[in-house]
């Protein structure tokens, strides 16, 4: 089970540290992923994790502004968003990835960017 | 990386198949046997139904299948069934990232 938190809303600008807690599964074991989705449009994969956490890769929208990282003794899942911006409003769903698909999803968390 | 081309609708009765077909390039679909298949229904999360271009996972309905051909992969329904409404997306792996299809929308008539 995948569970997000951190929701809200923010700024243009602003800054918001989204989080995923990870259970019924070995959480080290696994890559782990964000993914997002604009209000009425279509999946984006933003990032994803290594198991130990040392190779990050990320979409060119964000790169550079996002930051995935994960603490495996919590079993815990993160994405800081800095500088964001209007085109970042999504839900954004953490992902269980298992070598070359996600198969398990969590619920998601609404990002919304407006002033 | 642009998104993989889908149809935008696709429909059908009760009992009868339809195809759903996710069209990309060299560098993602044709490259690799790693396209996988996911089905939204409204407020909810995405939910796995096919990986690897044919694998199913288990719970998945066996009227669930996939292929690929060159460039395009493709996901049948045999035998649609009214809870199979919803959206559809293809994704593919690119050698080190990720990229989803435009979405189908599944209308059971």
């Known amino acids: 089970q995948l569970v997000e938190s951190g929701e809200g809303l923010v700024q243009p600008g602003g800054s918001l540290r989204l989080s995923c807690a990870a259970s019924?599964?070995?959480?080290?074991?696994?890559?782990m992923s964000w993914i997002r989705q604009a209000p009425g449009k279509g999946l984006e994969w933003v990032a994803n994790?290594?198991?130990?956490?040392?190779?990050?890769n990320y979409v060119d929208s964000v790169r550079g502004r996002f930051t995935i990282s994960r603490d495996n003794a919590k079993n815990s899942l993160y994405l800081q968003m800095n500088r964001l911006r209007a085109e970042d409003t999504a839900i954004y769903y953490c992902?269980?990835?298992?070598?070359?698909?996600?198969?398990?999803w969590g619920q998601g968390a609404l990002v919304t960017v407006s002033s | 990386q642009s998104a993989l081309t889908q149809p935008r609708s696709v429909s059908g009765s009760p009992g009868q198949s339809v195809t759903i077909s996710c069209t990309g390039t060299s560098s993602d679909v044709g490259a690799f046997n790693y396209v996988s298949w996911y089905q939204q229904h409204p407020g909810k999360a995405p939910k796995l139904m096919i990986y690897n271009v044919t694998e199913r996972p288990s719970g998945v309905p066996a009227r669930f299948s996939g292929s690929k051909s060159g460039n395009t992969a493709s996901l049948t329904i045999s035998g649609l069934q009214a809870e199979d409404e919803a959206d559809y997306y293809c994704c593919s792996f690119t050698g080190r990232l990720y990229v989803f299809g435009t979405a189908t929308e599944v209308t059971v008539l």
């Open positions: 992902a269980k990835y298992d070598f070359s698909h996600f198969d398990s």
């Open positions: 019924g599964f070995t959480f080290s074991s696994y890559w």
């Open positions: 994790i290594e198991k130990d956490g040392n190779e990050k």
